[in-house]
C-alpha cells in the first residue's frame, strides 16, 4: 500500500482547503489540541466557525405531544402503549 502525501482540495475550484478556509489543518489542530493560535485573526475565524456550526451537536427536536385524555396519559406512562394507534389494536 502506497500513501499518497497531498494537500487536501474541494475538488471544484481547485483551491486547498487551506485556501478556501482562510488558515491550514494545521493551525487548526494545533488550536484544537494546545489551544495554541498565534495569530489572532484565525483563533477568531476557527472559533466564529465554529460557534456556527454548534447547532449541528444537538439532536433534532420532535414533537412531543401533551395529551389532553387523561386515560390515555396513564396508559403511556404505565408503558402500556407507545402510540394512540396502540389504542385501536389488539394484543
Do not use: Q, W
Not at 56 to 81: C, H, M, Q, T, W
Request: with cysteine.
Amino acid at each position: 500500500m502506497k500513501f499518497i502525501d497531498k494537500i487536501p482540495e474541494d475538488g471544484l475550484c481547485g483551491k486547498t482547503d487551506g485556501e478556501n478556509l482562510g488558515f491550514t489543518y494545521d493551525a487548526l489542530d494545533r488550536y484544537i489540541r494546545d489551544g495554541v493560535c498565534e495569530d489572532v485573526g484565525i483563533k477568531i475565524k476557527i472559533d466564529k466557525m465554529h460557534l456556527a456550526n454548534l447547532h449541528k451537536l444537538n439532536p433534532i427536536p420532535s414533537y412531543k405531544p401533551k395529551f389532553k385524555d387523561k386515560k390515555v396519559a396513564i396508559l403511556k406512562e404505565r408503558g402500556l402503549i407507545r402510540r394512540i394507534d396502540d389504542l385501536g389494536r389488539s394484543s
